[in-house]
């Protein structure tokens, strides 16, 4: 799948793509705070990221929980970060924990499973491999 980035104005940039087996195209937009020049108008970049995390995780334990017939009603996941001090003025995403909160229903033979399916994430395991980018200049042709 072949991702096209578009710039549709101001601070606001887009993600073209069409995913595999469908036919109509998705258009995932960002944008930038006001106060760094955007309008504010999509979440930015980094916090697509970060959500795909745990969206990703997410449909592995919604998948776990359909196969078992669990409910999933009173089942969250809750991501947060831990950032450390890499410079002056500068911090970098050091941790990112994802609690799976349960109700008190939910059956404890399945504690370990849901949290072993939640690691299956594609987008963490992509991250823990470091895939290598190269980035380069094309004269595009008319």
Do not use: W
């Amino acid at each position: 799948m072949d991702i096209v980035i578009t710039f549709p104005g101001g601070k606001r940039v887009n993600a073209e793509f069409t995913p595999v087996g469908d036919a109509a195209p998705e258009v995932i937009a960002t944008d930038q705070p006001v106060k760094y020049g955007g309008d504010g108008s999509a979440p930015t970049p980094f916090n697509y990221f970060l959500a795909s995390i745990g969206t990703c995780a997410g449909i592995f334990v919604l998948s776990f929980c359909q196969k078992n017939s669990i409910p999933t009603e009173g089942i969250t996941l809750e991501q947060t970060h831990e950032y450390i001090t890499d410079g002056p003025g500068k911090s970098k995403l050091a941790k990112i924990i994802i609690d799976i909160k349960v109700p008190p229903d939910f059956p404890e033979k399945y504690y370990d499973a849901i949290v072993r399916v939640a690691d299956q994430c594609a987008v963490k395991k992509t991250i823990m491999e470091q895939p290598q980018f190269e980035v380069k200049t094309v004269v595009a042709r008319t």
